[in-house]
């Protein structure tokens, strides 16, 4: 079992986020006891992920979880920003978490360390490492070309998307850099925000039917095969050695209970699996979030 690769992320806690979402009630508390019953230690959230930091800080057992949460400065105007602001966001991810200690920060937003407090943030970083206020400095990551420009800053952990659908951080190689260099890796969006695990057309937005093809091509394969999205989703990311770490998104404990099953029971062989990847779409305008608000 690898259970102890799983990171339950959080951004479902806010009702807006996701392509396709289940109708049902979110309650986190709920799924973190789940968790901690099935020996899950890791949480991603962010304190822009609606009321997720107060949500967490006041469940009972938050002692025995490694919280993961980022840092993002994007509402700022960066022209008017102070250092005193990004002094106070600092300390409001503490105050909210009401923790003294978190296992990682991360730097949500690349665009802040495009701007002239890029060395100001890192310094900060450094300082609440030095202190033991945090373990580790944490990059989020979009495209494998925000690596290219930032990677040699002190990150020790990488957070990006990789899925069946989005294999730009291993074919350019950066998921071996960041192993032989001795960093963690995270993937996330593992299930394109839901759309991948889709078993008919009829259940994908019509705004991503520019790829109807591919869609098809994906539904028939499983179909053929007698297999689920979902077993191919998870086998493809924990089937990679080069990952340190799955951050996966849930509704509800149901969903959680059929990951677990799949992951423990279920994944599939290596032959059908190298079968599988070679739908690897290129497409930045689908597996990029970032850019479905242009189609």
Request: charged residues 25%.
């Amino acid at each position: 079992m690898q259970l102890n690769r799983i990171i339950i992320g959080t951004a479902q806690n806010n009702i807006k986020y996701g392509i396709v979402r289940e109708k049902s009630s979110y309650k986190l508390h709920n799924i973190l006891n789940q968790c901690h019953d099935l020996g899950i230690s890791y949480i991603d959230t962010s304190n822009h992920y609606s009321n997720a930091h107060q949500l967490i800080s006041t469940f009972e057992k938050l002692d025995k979880f490694n919280i993961i949460t980022k840092i993002s400065l994007k509402n700022f105007n960066f022209e008017n920003l102070e250092t005193k602001s990004i002094d106070l966001e600092f300390e409001e991810i503490f105050k909210t978490l009401n923790l003294g200690k978190i296992y990682c920060l991360m730097i949500h937003d690349t665009s802040i360390l495009r701007s002239k407090f890029s060395k100001y943030i890192m310094q900060i970083f450094k300082e609440l490492k030095q202190k033991q206020k945090i373990k580790k400095i944490g990059l989020s990551i979009y495209e494998p070309n925000d690596l290219y420009e930032f990677y040699d800053y002190d990150f020790d952990i990488i957070q990006g998307p990789f899925s069946i659908f989005d294999q730009r951080l291993k074919n350019t190689g950066w998921l071996k850099k960041i192993n032989n260099d001795n960093k963690q890796f995270h993937a996330r969006s593992i299930f394109l925000q839901g759309l991948l695990l889709q078993n008919s057309i009829d259940k994908i937005p019509a705004k991503f039917h520019d790829w109807k093809k591919i869609w098809l091509k994906w539904i028939k394969w499983h179909d053929k095969n007698n297999l689920n999205p979902l077993q191919s989703c998870l086998s493809f990311v924990f089937s990679e050695k080069l990952v340190s770490n799955v951050v996966i998104g849930i509704d509800n404990g149901f969903q959680l209970s059929k990951i677990i099953d799949c992951i423990g029971k279920e994944l599939i062989d290596e032959k059908l699996l190298k079968e599988l990847e070679k739908i690897n779409i290129n497409d930045d305008k689908l597996i990029n979030p970032k850019n479905w608000k242009f189609i």
